[in-house]
T-cell receptor, first 111, second 116 residues
Framework: DAKTTQPTSMDCAEGRAANLPCNHS???????VYWYRQIHSQGPQYIIH???NNETNEMASLIITEDRKSSTLILPHATLRDTAVYYC????????????FGTGTRLQVTL | GAVVSQHPSRVICKSGTSVKIECRSL??????MFWYRQFPKKSLMLMAT?????????EQGVEKDKFLINHASLTLSTLTVTSAHPEDSSFYIC????????????FGPGTRLTVL
């Protein structure tokens, strides 16, 4: 699986948009970009995933560059409950596809 | 939909005992389940992949005789930590994939194991 690079940490004011970048320059044509987050002492929570088109759901938006070498997760109106470690992972969609977790980005939402 | 549960959520045991952790998919059939381990302030590390009715595939460096995995049905996988020692103390998390209609994995809430 392709590796990803994320900033170690980011801060965001409550109510503002949080934009979390991810580089995945070695992504292959059939690999998807997944985003998960982990709130302290809980299991990871799925946020969103995409192949090449931008995606939006009730939690977030995913913007993937045209060359697919990087992406940005956008939380449009961050709240204190969005404070977590956010993981960007590149993987296939098969049921046996592994997820390789990097160090992620620790997002701290502040008042 | 696509809920995964784990039991117990926390367990404390004495060194040398064995501990069993259950992972259940509550509203879907899990064709594949994964077991991860997470040490404090570290990322999740995949331990093994299991498919219903077949032997688990372990990641390099994970002892299959110490971490016994059974995936007897499409909704249940168990991880047994045999002869646990203090260095096995960790956060164990399972995930599942299956007939949910989308890719990726659904994660359980995790089990905190403390070995005294």
């Amino acid at each position: 699986d392709a590796k990803t690079t994320q900033p170690t940490s980011m801060d965001c004011a409550e109510g503002r948009a949080a934009n979390l970048p991810c580089n995945h320059s070695t992504i292959s044509g059939n690999e998807y970009v997944y985003w998960y987050r982990q709130i302290h002492s809980q299991g990871p929570q799925y946020i969103i995933h995409g192949l090449k088109n931008n995606e939006t759901n009730e939690m977030a938006s995913l913007i993937i560059t045209e060359d697919r070498k990087s992406s940005t997760l956008i939380l449009p109106h961050a709240t204190l409950r969005d404070t977590a470690v956010y993981y960007c992972i590149v993987s296939g969609t098969g049921t046996a596809s592994k997820l390789t977790f990097g160090t992620g980005t620790r997002l701290q939402v502040t008042l | 939909g696509a809920v995964v549960s784990q039991h117990p959520s926390r367990v404390i045991c004495k060194s040398g005992t064995s501990v069993k952790i259950e992972c259940r998919s509550l509203d879907f059939q899990a064709t594949t389940m994964f077991w991860y381990r997470q040490f404090p302030k570290k990322s999740l590390m995949l331990m093994a992949t299991s498919n219903e009715g077949s032997k688990a595939t372990y990641e390099q460096g994970v002892e299959k005789d110490k971490f016994l995995i059974n995936h007897a049905s499409l909704t249940l996988s168990t991880l047994t930590v045999t002869s646990a020692h203090p260095e096995d103390s960790s956060f164990y998390i399972c995930s599942a994939t299956g007939t949910s209609g989308r890719g990726g994995q659904f994660f359980g809430p995790g089990t905190r194991l403390t070995v005294l």
